[in-house]
């Protein structure tokens, strides 16, 4: 029992009690019988360390990491009422870039876009400043035990005195997440059972199986807030109470009536501020996954910072939640779902507008982190709350900055939200190069004085472009350095924080939910603790009910039904949520030859990248996910990549028999389908800001490993390219708006650019425009075709944002008699030749 224990040290005494043993008995020389025994004890104590060191890389536990990151830290000292640990070195990254620096001022300047507001680093973005797959766990004993040193006894003058203070837990993994044979939540709206109804089979009837699944759930919560802890230096090595550990990460309540005082670019030093109110929304969404064993979804939206760029893609804060809490989840019978879907240079508008298709319709946790491009602009973020809290199936909590919109829609229409902080209460400060080694790794370089506000600049980024690899060479010559790395975006050690206080925040309201469903009578929850249905109707009726606030003041550029009719919405831009559902391209009705556009551009690579080291954390230094998971592996690489359309339909040459959904629609006579338009720069591959979705890898990348999925791409056309036709399912509410971009040039739509009449048909008289060298556009509805003249293009053509052009071509809300219809709606430029292209981007509709 002692040589197959999880605890090293029960192995060793175990083989060495053996060895003792047989070796004790006989003397080896004494004669062949006895030199034979001695050399079968040889070879089992072998073996038996071969066993254990091989085996110590799969069973490793709390207690192993914990014991190597305090012999790595055996001297404390408390620095400004911090624990600082002391003695270990920064390990070298392969590549690192450090010109900028934490506490300057910052713009977005994308694009070359006019200067938008600033913000500094430190409070860095706003807000970061911002039941599928259920797999069961393997029947064993997971055991953990988590040591610190006895900082009483652990001095700098006596390290060799130090002394561990264990404190002990153990959790089994069979049973954790216990599953029913059967789903029987998927009748009832939003899998609202009422638990008396399930059947006294399903485990959530059992007793046995609900208390063993609490406990255990209480404790592994209760190991991943220590490991974060830990990882900051505050574990309990410090001797505090936990409350006081714990300060950076607490939370400020606030009674609802006061959320319309709230100030400021973000919800301060800790972990940020909400009402009891909308704290208990986020515990009822944690109990409805837990009980139901649902997805629990948490999405982003935003810009280049909450992007992440000039870190990798994994790097970014929404997906080092995703790495801490994914294992919490799923040892919970949940899978979690975690999407960054913000994009460089962009607010949030252009998705904002078809939130339930492009943020995605079951989505539990919306981030709003934009302060840089629409901080000011109070009516987008308004539409942004108010299409995510209809547009889904779920309602989702709001996290984010801009306090009066959270206020706002909090006293209006009962919506909840976390105004969310930084967490940089806990975080030392780096005054030299020799005191920096003294602050955990992941707290290092994020605030440093104004002497050494260098080492904070040469310390912000950690990664490259490329490590070799036999099996791949890429076409372009890759960068030194990742792509955007200027001093308005947050490095790496930033967004690993403003992911721990994003999990902590969970961890908090899990822990919550946990112990409600612990201390309920018979450890039976109320109906009425846990359903949602009634909840996310309430919100949504109020919603759609309240016809005030900054939305509104959009008449004369959008229809303000927006502000409170759900709308669909196709697109081109990526990242998207599940972006095989929401593509513009399966819009498009083929031309006479079939011929739809596509995807052209290949990966150089498929799967997952080699090993990078940029990720591995730091010898002697605490590993979070390590600690939760209690062995030493990371998340494993699920490589999900999705053929592009055009590894799954068609390609230019090639022909489609039915590209539409559903019934096609004759056109008028005069309305033929153009072979002109083009897609381009969309990127191959799965782009829906998942941990492990895969996208870009293009020949003309220069950074194939940074990962990131936004990009801006399109269907471009000239006035050759001929008729758009996009085929628009359930229309009703009488609302189209497109979105496209009028100012590319000709040589981007390589299918046109020598074509010198309408689809390069031949022809012994060129069309001559009506009007020459003006400008027509074509719009038709159902073939019903209206023409605009220059002059009234640009009276339609609304400026919603910096590169955000929006253009209403149907507000009619008779205009199906409420009867749900497929709509074809088509386009063409007239007049222009090949002089301009436009690139149609997105179609929204209701």
């Excluded at 606030?254 to 709230?262: G, L, R, S, V």
């Excluded at 629409?374 to 973020?381: L, Q």
Aim: charged residues 25%; aromatic residues 8%; negative net charge.
């Amino acid at each position: 029992t002692g040589i197959r224990s999880n605890n090293p040290p029960a192995r060793t005494a175990s083989t060495c009690a053996l060895l003792v043993r047989g070796f004790g008995r006989r003397s080896c020389f004494k004669n062949k019988s006895n030199t034979k025994w001695c050399g079968i004890l040889l070879v089992i104590a072998v073996v038996l360390i071969v066993l254990f060191l091989d085996d110590s890389e799969e069973i490793s536990t709390i207690e192993a990491d914990l014991d190597q990151h305090l012999k790595n830290h055996t001297k404390i000292k408390v620095a400004d009422g911090h624990a600082a640990a002391v003695g270990n070195q920064d390990s070298s990254p392969i590549s690192t870039d450090g010109n900028n620096a934490i506490s300057e001022p910052a713009k977005e300047a994308e694009d070359k876009s006019p200067e938008p507001e600033k913000e500094t680093e430190n409070t860095a973005s706003e807000p970061a400043k911002g039941a599928e797959d259920k797999a069961s766990e393997p029947a064993n004993e997971d055991k953990a035990i988590v040591q610190e040193n006895d900082s009483s006894s652990n001095t700098e003058d006596s390290p060799e005195k130090a002394k561990s203070e264990p404190f002990s837990f153990s959790y089994s993994s069979e049973g954790l997440f216990p599953t029913n044979e059967k789903d029987y939540f998927s009748t009832y709206p939003n899998r609202d059972i009422p638990l008396d109804k399930l059947p006294k089979e399903a485990w959530q009837q059992k007793p046995d199986a609900v208390h063993k699944f609490l406990d255990n759930g209480l404790k592994l919560v209760n190991v991943a807030m220590e490991a974060i802890l830990a990882e900051y230096g505050h574990g309990a090595s410090t001797n505090k109470p936990f409350e006081e550990r714990m300060d950076m990460f607490k939370l400020q309540f606030i009674e609802p009536d006061a959320a319309k005082n709230m100030k400021g670019n973000d919800g301060g030093p800790k972990a940020g501020t909400t009402t009891r109110r909308s704290f208990d929304g986020l515990v009822r969404r944690i109990l409805h996954a837990l009980v139901t064993g649902d997805t629990f979804t948490a999405v982003l939206g935003g810009h280049s910072a909450a992007a992440g760029h000039g870190n990798y893609f994994k790097q970014s804060y929404m997906m080092q939640f995703h790495e801490v809490m994914k294992p919490v989840f799923e040892r919970l019978g949940v899978k979690l779902v975690s999407r960054n879907l913000a994009q460089g240079g962009l607010g949030t508008i252009q998705s904002a507008m078809g939130s339930g298709s492009l943020y995605g319709n079951e989505i539990d946790i919306l981030v709003w982190d934009s302060g840089m491009t629409e901080g000011r602009d109070r009516k987008a973020i308004d539409l942004f709350w108010r299409q995510a809290l209809i547009g889904g199936n779920r309602v989702p909590i709001m996290f984010g900055a801009q306090p009066a919109s959270l206020a706002s829609l909090h006293q209006n229409v009962d919506a909840d939200f976390v105004f969310f902080g930084t967490g940089m209460s806990g975080i030392p400060t780096v005054e030299s190069d020799e005191q920096a080694q003294t602050i955990p790794f992941s707290a290092r370089y994020l605030k440093c004085t104004s002497e050494a506000n260098e080492l904070c600049m040469n310390n912000r980024f950690r990664g490259t472009c490329w490590i070799d690899r036999p099996d791949v060479k890429p076409p372009t010559k890759q960068a030194n350095k990742h792509g955007g790395q200027v001093k308005w975006h947050p490095g790496f050690r930033f967004h690993r924080l403003q992911g721990r206080v994003f999990s902590f925040i969970v961890l908090q309201a899990l822990q919550e939910a946990l112990t409600k469903w612990n201390e309920s009578e018979g450890q039976k929850l109320k109906d009425t603790d846990w359903h949602v249905t009634d909840y996310y109707s309430n919100i949504q009726g109020k919603v759609k009910s309240y016809k005030e606030g900054p939305c509104y003041t959009y008449a004369g550029q959008l229809p303000t039904r927006m502000c409170d009719t759900v709308m669909r919405a196709s697109a081109s831009y990526t990242p998207r949520a599940n972006p095989e559902e929401n593509d513009i391209l399966d819009l498009v009705k083929p031309d006479s030859d079939g011929y739809v556009p596509r995807v052209q551009t290949k990966m150089v690579y498929e799967g997952p990248d080699v090993h990078d080291p940029n990720f591995d954390t730091p010898e002697g230094e605490v590993d979070v996910v390590k600690l939760i998971t209690g062995n030493r592996r990371q998340l494993k690489e699920t490589v999900s990549v999705q053929s592009t359309p055009d590894e799954s339909s068609a390609v230019k040459g090639q022909t489609v028999e039915n590209n539409l959904r559903g019934d096609k629609r004759n056109l008028a006579d005069s309305i033929v389908v153009g072979k002109g338009w083009q897609a381009s720069g969309i990127p191959p591959g799965r782009c829906g800001g998942e941990y492990d979705d895969i996208c870009g890898r293009q020949p003309s990348d220069s950074c194939l490993l940074q990962g990131h999925h936004d990009a801006r791409g399109g269907i471009i056309g000239t006035e050759n390219a001929g008729w758009l036709v996009l085929n628009l399912k359930k229309v009703k509410e009488g609302i189209i708006v497109l979105k496209f971009e009028s100012w590319h040039s000709p040589s981007e739509n390589s299918r046109t650019a020598n074509w010198k009449t309408v689809n390069n048909e031949r022809s012994l008289k060129a069309k001559i425009p009506d009007i020459p060298d003006t400008f027509v556009f074509d719009v038709a509805i159902n073939g019903n075709i209206q023409s605009w003249n220059k002059t009234q293009f640009v009276e339609h053509d609304k400026v919603l944002q910096r590169v955000v052009e929006g253009y209403t071509v149907l507000d009619d809300p008779d205009f199906t008699n409420g009867q749900e219809q497929d709509v074809e709606v088509a386009m063409r430029l007239r007049g222009m030749g090949n002089a301009r292209s436009f690139e149609v981007t997105h179609v929204y509709w209701a």
